[in-house]
């Protein structure tokens, strides 16, 4: 009894479910090893396409991002997340959020986390901190690779504008970190979407799917133009914001509107989350 007593004096709620012991749990799962190989392997995809198809030329006078991409590393690092922010990434940051919690309540092992004690919203902290670390580590590894492979492949050289100009590589590999940032940023409302699921539903592919589904969703009313400015209110409508930051002189009006908005519906969608979560009964 008195053991007992000494463990139950010395439990500290911060202690319990360290981030680095969620972190390497999550690490070691087959989805989180798969996602990075797909990531890791796109930008060795587009190499093998452009060698196969030649070099990208404008088409009716109109040179864009794309038909620059053969032009230096860094402007193949700019194509790779020119064609995956807009959904690839997605997936990633809709996977690591949406499947946190939910796998555990699918594995009847979330009630077992709660009763070790760990407290609920001390659970929730640290599976959203490492699902958004995850993420962003996502984000970072395609440029990263494509930069790598690109300049293996294209040569170290400046970043050539499509609408003329160029800038010097150094100057574009901190630009390219500024749009990485920002495509994080936008991912927030996924993030949410796909975390608030994942409190609400013990099946993964539900959460995952769900956000994913809403995201594209989301992405389809932007292109509704009759919509007019109420398509400033969503966040696909901000999404490709990042391209202002590769231009001579950046535009950032366009990025800091859309932070803005991805925050503020991102920090709505957490709250739910842990709010829904502390009033649940976890039963699985």
């Known amino acids: 009894m008195s053991t007992l007593t000494e463990v139950a004096s010395g439990y500290q709620a911060g202690r319990t479910l360290p981030l680095r012991v969620e972190l390497v749990r999550q690490l070691k799962r087959r989805r989180t090893l798969a996602m990075g190989a797909v990531l890791a392997v796109l930008p060795f995809v587009l190499l093998i396409a452009f060698?196969?198809?030649?070099?990208?030329?404008?088409?009716?006078?109109?040179?864009?991002?794309?038909?620059?991409?053969?032009?230096?590393?860094?402007?193949?690092?700019?194509?790779?997340?020119?064609?995956?922010?807009?959904?690839?990434?997605?997936?990633p940051v809709a996977l690591f959020c949406g499947d946190t919690v939910a796998s555990e309540a699918s594995w009847s092992s979330l009630r077992y986390l709660l009763a070790a004690p760990v407290p609920r919203a001390r659970l929730l902290w640290s599976k959203l901190v490492v699902a958004l670390g995850m993420s962003?580590?996502?984000?970072?590894?395609?440029?990263l690779v494509a930069l790598?492979?690109?300049?293996?492949?294209?040569?170290?050289?400046?970043?050539?504008?499509?609408?003329?100009?160029?800038?010097?590589?150094?100057?574009?590999?901190?630009?390219?970190?500024?749009?990485?940032?920002?495509?994080?940023?936008?991912?927030?409302v996924t993030a949410g979407l796909a975390f608030w699921l994942s409190t609400r539903t013990d099946?993964?592919?539900?959460?995952?799917?769900?956000?994913?589904?809403?995201?594209?969703?989301?992405?389809?009313?932007?292109?509704?133009?009759?919509?007019?400015?109420w398509r400033d209110f969503l966040p696909a409508h901000w999404q490709f914001a990042w391209a202002d930051a590769v231009q001579p002189r950046p535009e950032w009006s366009g990025m800091i509107q859309?932070?803005?908005?991805?925050?503020?519906?991102?920090?709505?969608?957490?709250?739910?989350?842990?709010?829904?979560?502390?009033?649940?009964?976890?039963?699985?």
Do not use: C
């Not at 100057?171 to 500024?178: D, H």
């Not at 920090?267 to 039963?283: C, E, T």
């Open 51 to 91: 060698a196969i198809g030649g070099d990208p030329g404008g088409r009716n006078n109109q040179v864009t991002l794309m038909d620059t991409a053969t032009a230096s590393g860094a402007n193949f690092a700019a194509v790779n997340l020119f064609v995956s922010a807009g959904f690839l990434l997605v997936i």
């Open 136 to 143: 962003l580590a996502a984000m970072v590894l395609l440029p």
């Open 148 to 188: 790598a492979a690109g300049t293996a492949a294209y040569g170290w050289g400046p970043l050539q504008i499509p609408t003329g100009g160029a800038l010097e590589a150094g100057t574009a590999v901190q630009r390219l970190l500024v749009a990485v940032a920002y495509v994080f940023v936008s991912q927030l």
């Open 203 to 229: 099946a993964p592919l539900g959460a995952v799917g769900g956000a994913v589904g809403l995201t594209i969703v989301g992405n389809v009313l932007d292109a509704v133009t009759a919509l007019g400015h």
């Open 258 to 284: 859309g932070t803005a908005l991805s925050v503020t519906y991102a920090l709505v969608l957490f709250a739910l989350a842990f709010r829904g979560f502390a009033r649940k009964d976890v039963v699985s």
